[in-house]
């Protein structure tokens, strides 16, 4: 987890404090909006957590929502007060479109992070050799080294102490793909091995002999928390999607997860995969 310096983590205090408190009044966003003078895009925002708030929008809200307690609302101005600074990924801001910031914001506020993809090792189990490899393959891919700078600093912030629970499902697929290289993916296989000794993540290999899943055209991940519901996010060729409010989409992703969980191999018998890969690729 980021420090609670961190401007996510203070909007996603302010956003959850300030739903809850409108919600015990019973008032809408639409009814908060218009009785605050403000668009309702502006109250949209400060719940979904996608914007800084001031100490004097946030006074002005609390006294429309009766929030009197004097340690909430000094530690939700404090909250505001660090709502206003910059993001650890602002200095990729060149390269980042606004789903991808709104996506790390919630990547970095994670209790918990479940992965599936299933074509591709997923970005924050990928070498920077294997990266280069995948960009190479994109004529459309610009501002390469910058890209790999800001994936490994991500997985940098993922693995570190104290950082979220990571489960990754990864296909055999992915893993029998050559992206690169023998020699690129002996290294990339011999990363995810390492990253499985450590115990920072939670691997298990879905093997090609479970045939046909729910998620088979789908990469996907959810986000945890402790104090919120879970958060999905989805990539392809289309674009990207971040879905918090569709319960229903967000339920069907959790049970194909739990679905992926029992037709992978265990942790350990993934690791004798990766080992008896691993031994091909040296001979080859």
């Known amino acids: 987890m980021p420090t609670a310096s961190d401007p996510s983590l203070n909007r996603r205090k302010l956003r959850l404090a300030l739903k809850a408190a409108r919600d015990k009044t019973g008032l809408t966003q639409r009814d908060a909006a218009d009785r605050l003078d403000w668009s309702l895009s502006k109250v949209i925002r400060i719940e979904a957590g996608t914007v800084s708030l001031s100490v004097t929008d946030l006074q002005a809200m609390l006294r429309l929502y009766e929030v009197t307690d004097e340690a909430l609302v000094a530690e939700l101005e404090q909250a505001a007060r660090g709502s206003k600074g910059q993001s650890w990924w602002s200095e990729y801001n060149d390269i980042i479109a606004p789903p991808f910031a709104q996506f790390l914001g919630y990547e970095s506020a994670a209790d918990s ?134 319960r229903e989409m967000v339920a069907r992703y959790q049970e194909c997860f739990e679905d992926l969980t029992d037709k992978a191999l265990s942790q350990d018998a993934s690791v004798a995969l990766l080992d008896e890969l691993l031994g091909q690729l040296n001979r080859s």
């Open 113 to 246: 992070i479940r992965a599936y993809h299933p074509t591709l090792v997923s970005g924050l189990l990928q070498t920077t050799d294997y990266m280069s490899a995948l960009f190479a393959a994109s004529p459309a891919a610009t501002e390469v080294q910058r890209r790999i700078d800001l994936r490994t600093a991500r997985q940098e912030r993922v693995f570190a102490d104290g950082a979220p629970a990571v489960t990754m499902i990864v296909d055999e697929s992915a893993l029998r793909r050559l992206v690169g290289g023998p020699g690129v993916m002996r290294n990339q296989l011999s990363h995810i091995r390492q990253l499985t000794g450590t115990q920072r993540i939670k691997l298990q290999v879905l093997p090609l002999s479970a045939g046909a899943h729910d998620s088979l055209e789908d990469s996907f991940v959810l986000f945890g928390y402790r104090d919120d519901e879970d958060v999905l996010y989805l990539a392809g060729p289309g674009g990207v999607l971040t879905n918090r409010d569709n």
